[in-house]
């Protein structure tokens, strides 16, 4: 635009200027003329602009035309480029929203992962320590347990009894461990108490002395034994473990029901002792 301004300041030549400033003069001078007399030559001459003057004024107003088409054809090429570029940084910017939207909505989604696990870790917690707690019961009753036990019993779940841990909150061991370990005891006792058993084992006959007898456990209740000189005795759980006494009155039948076990004998009821507490 300073181009254009700079195109419209023309210059009145030297000549015009020098008519301009003559002019007020002569007309002046022309005051004391007669009136009606006409203009001086030299007056017009300055009034009107030569041929030259006006071809010069017409090549610079052309020139200011081009120079203005010029400047509107650059300015709208400009214009387009730099709705090009608008409209190119519109779609980035619509890209980038939707990229942005995107990862919100991942970052929400990801936040809502994240409270779903720290609830299940938190409901995990309780029931790891809902879980230990019982197992800490358990293995308290287990070890109470075994001490009723009997002999041949105790020496197959020995294995799973010595991995009881013995101070729970200091143990590495975890719940589910320690509930398997329990259920394995569980599983052989209750096997035990549901089956009749035939064992040789060292036991305290009446005399005092100490002789291999041959043992029928009758589950986990009640058991009967009988040594090669036929002495025989009964045997039940209590608290501190198997009490054993002697059962002279019941050595035959208890001899008999060895030999159908044993199957020596054909199956027949056997009558024997049994105390119900």
Same mark, same amino acid.
Request: no cysteine; glycine share 6%.
């Given at each position: ?11 009145? /030549? ?34 009107? %602009? ?5 071809? !010069?004024?017409?090549?610079? +107003? ?12 650059? +300015? ?38 994240? @409270?779903? &696990? ?26 109470? !347990?075994?001490?009723?036990? %009997? ?23 975890? /719940? ?9 005891? &569980?599983?052989? =006792? ?16 009446? @005399? ?11 589950? &986990? ?18 608290? @501190?473990?198997?009490?054993?006494? /002697?059962?002279?009155?019941?050595? @035959?039948?208890? !001899?008999?029901?060895?030999? =159908? ?17």
């Amino acid at each position: 635009m300073q181009r254009i301004l700079n195109v419209f300041r023309v210059r009145v /030549p030297a000549r015009a200027a020098a008519a301009g400033v003559l002019a007020p003069a002569l007309a002046a001078l022309s005051i004391g003329a007669p009136q009606g007399a006409p203009p001086a030559d030299a007056a017009d001459a300055a009034r009107q %602009p030569t041929l030259e003057e006006t071809r !010069l004024t017409l090549a610079k +107003w052309i020139e200011t035309q081009q120079i203005i088409a010029k400047e509107r054809n650059d +300015w709208q090429q400009g214009k387009e480029i730099l709705q090009g570029r608008i409209d190119l940084v519109g779609k980035e910017v619509g890209v980038l929203k939707e990229r942005i939207r995107q990862s919100e909505e991942a970052v929400a989604q990801s936040d809502r992962k994240r @409270d779903e &696990l720290l609830a299940q870790d938190a409901e995990l917690k309780t029931l790891g320590e809902q879980l230990a707690t019982a197992a800490t019961v358990m293995e308290e009753q287990i070890r109470s !347990l075994v001490k009723q036990l %009997p002999d041949p019993v105790k020496g197959r779940i020995a294995p799973l009894v010595e991995r009881i841990p013995a101070d729970p909150a200091a143990t590495r061991v975890t /719940p589910a461990e320690r509930f398997q370990n329990v259920l394995g005891i &569980l599983n052989e =006792v209750n096997k035990a108490n549901s089956e009749i058993s035939v064992a040789y084992e060292i036991r305290t006959l009446a @005399d005092g002395s100490s002789s291999e007898v041959q043992v029928i456990y009758l589950g &986990l209740a009640q058991a009967y034994f009988l040594s090669p000189k036929g002495e025989a005795g009964i045997g039940r759980p209590t608290e @501190d473990g198997w009490k054993w006494e /002697p059962a002279p009155g019941a050595a @035959d039948q208890i !001899l008999l029901a060895l030999e =159908v076990i044993e199957g020596k004998h054909v199956p027949t009821f056997v009558p024997l002792p049994i105390k119900i507490r």
